[in-house]
């Protein structure tokens, strides 16, 4: 299977280690790091979801329109509107894409950040909610009559939609969560299970985790596994290792500084995310900075594990070898997200993306012979 790049979608250039200098929505920030990607052999894009930052859906229309072949994945709360307006909203920008639309549901991990926006739900109720919201959202997306919907959650009448999705059936859903009522929500609804980049032996038992909760909802295929990670290259391994410190150096002075928002704090005063990805990530940090070939930790551990905060180290060569570890442990999509958010996408683009894909090529054209020897081993002992 080809393996798919993932990268950021921003409107704005601020980042952990750098304020921003562009107004919070820049048009012509938002395409040209959108087009970088696009330029330099990414697949898709990342709209995430924020409750203060600009809506990503009217940004995702704008770069659809204004660029020819990388893909959007949306991010969406659930929270934020009703079912058959976020499906037609989906729709109308897959029609909009000719196509090129993924839609990323959050359920939301912090009680704190959801409040902002009026949600009150406890964060089980909130995977349910979104279990059902997704399922209606393909009901919708896929049903030509008009339907009553009673559920837990939503309850309507005499609906149909006039709009439908380029993509038929549908366009994919995408997942995120790493918590008990993560896995069985996203098992049975996601066609993309996310994850946050850990190490190797971690991540096996996540995808795991995926499998099962996919075969326990019933369901004959799994979700493809994305991992997404903070790349930090250079030409030679010591260049890398010394931008890596000096990543964590401006990242611990910005937060000392109060320039970032601080993230929930415990009762003892030290970081407390609730979500149960960042209690991962800090757990795996305060165990040790590196991991396998090129994983550290430092990245996540100041930043309170917020969200994909695990960096890969090391010269091109590395860190697209250490990618490669996570192919064979069956991830399809890589997701990477640089701290200068332009250079880091042209750079990585660049250097890292030919040599993951060239060797994903190799790697695909062994198995390919391997099938096509036992293919014939069979016949000929048939014969
Ligand atoms: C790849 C990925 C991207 C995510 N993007 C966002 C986002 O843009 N906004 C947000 O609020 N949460 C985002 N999340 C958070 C999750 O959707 C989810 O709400 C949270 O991780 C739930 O926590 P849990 O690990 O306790 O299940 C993302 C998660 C993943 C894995």
Redesign the pocket.
Known sequence: MPVEFLGIAATGDGSETSPRTTAAFDRDYTLRLARAHEEHGWDRV??????GSPDPAPAAAFLASKLDTLQILL?H?PNVSYPTFAAKTFATLDQISDGRLTV???????DQ?QGREGDFLT?DQ??ARTREYIALVKKIWTTRERFDHEGEYYRFQDFVSDVFPVQQPRPDV??????D??YAAGGAEADIY???GEPLARTAEQIERVRQAAKDAGRTDTPRI?V?FRPIIAPTEELAWEKAHRTVDLIKARIGGGELLPRAKGADGGWAP???????LLEIAAAGERYDRALWTPTAAATGGA??SNALVGTPETVAQALLDYYDLGVDIL?ARGYHLLDDAIDFGRYVIPIVREEVAKRDAAKAAARERDRHQLIALQA
């Open positions: 990342l709209f995430a979801y924020g409750s991010a709360r990323h549901f959050i359920t939301g991990g912090s950040e964060k909130r995977y995408s997942f995120g969560g790493s918590s009522a993560a996310c994850l946050w994305q997404a609730q979500n149960t990805g960042s209690q991962r969200g994909n997701s």
